[in-house]
């Protein structure tokens, strides 16, 4: 089945540093998505790109789709304390009798003041 | 406005017990689908209902059914329950079927925590 290899798995960087982060599949997606996780929450949507090969920004966060529909990277930059939690990309097709989105297994965010 | 909401937030099972989650989506959100997370990984698709029928299923056994009322709020059952099935139950609602083009946002809710002992 699909999957997403999501890396890298855990990063600990200072306040105020940029930060990067990725997602490959083997197969190709119509959109991909990019959702925060704080403890005891939900994933909550950061960005949602449905083009290849847009770049899409949501204050200091940054996400782009891959040309070939099969990758995608975030970056948040001068990161902060409350960019703390686990980030998630997801794939998503259209059609079929699915619908669902696929995850990648997180990247944990710690952040030091 | 009211978020998704789950309940209960948190519960204890014993290993083939039953158990029977609830989720209220977003109003006017027709869409509700299913996920579990296990600690460490992402979540994983269980089902989707759309228009109280079942528009998707996941890789999960037939101990897992769900359904979806008229006011469009869902229940998750999971029977004979195991170890490997504690987990963060997710629910999430979107206005549209997910997969459709264009699907529109999937609001989660915070989850049911369910351990199995």
């Known amino acids: 089945g699909q999957q997403l290899n999501q890396s890298p798995q855990s990063m600990f960087i200072q306040e105020g540093e940029d930060v990067s982060m990725n997602c490959t599949s083997s197969s190709i997606f119509n959109t991909w998505l990019w959702y925060k996780q704080d403890p005891g929450e939900g994933p909550v949507l950061l960005i949602a790109?449905?083009?290849?090969?847009e770049l899409t920004s949501n204050g200091r966060l940054t996400a782009q789709f891959g040309i070939t529909r099969k990758d995608s990277f975030l970056n948040i930059s001068a990161s902060i304390p409350s960019d703390v939690g686990i980030y998630f990309c997801?794939?998503?097709?259209?059609?079929?009798?699915?619908?669902?989105?696929?995850f990648g297994k997180g990247t944990k965010l710690s952040v030091k003041p | 406005d009211a978020g998704v909401t789950q309940s209960p937030t948190h519960l204890i099972k014993t290993r083939g017990q039953q158990v029977t989650l609830r989720c209220s989506p977003i109003s006017g959100h027709k869409s509700v689908s299913w996920y579990q997370q296990v600690l460490g990984q992402g979540p994983q698709f269980i089902f989707q209902y759309y228009e109280k029928e079942e528009r998707g299923r996941g890789n999960f056994p037939d101990r897992f059914s769900a359904r979806q009322f008229p006011n469009y709020s869902s229940e998750l059952n999971v029977n004979a329950l195991l170890l490997g099935d504690s987990a963060l139950y997710l629910c999430a609602s979107s206005l549209r079927l997910a997969g459709s083009n264009p699907t529109g946002e999937l609001f989660f809710g915070e989850g049911s925590r369910l351990t199995v002992l």
């Open positions: 997801a794939g998503l097709n259209y059609g079929g009798s699915q619908g669902n989105l696929i």
């Open positions: 790109l449905y083009k290849a090969g």
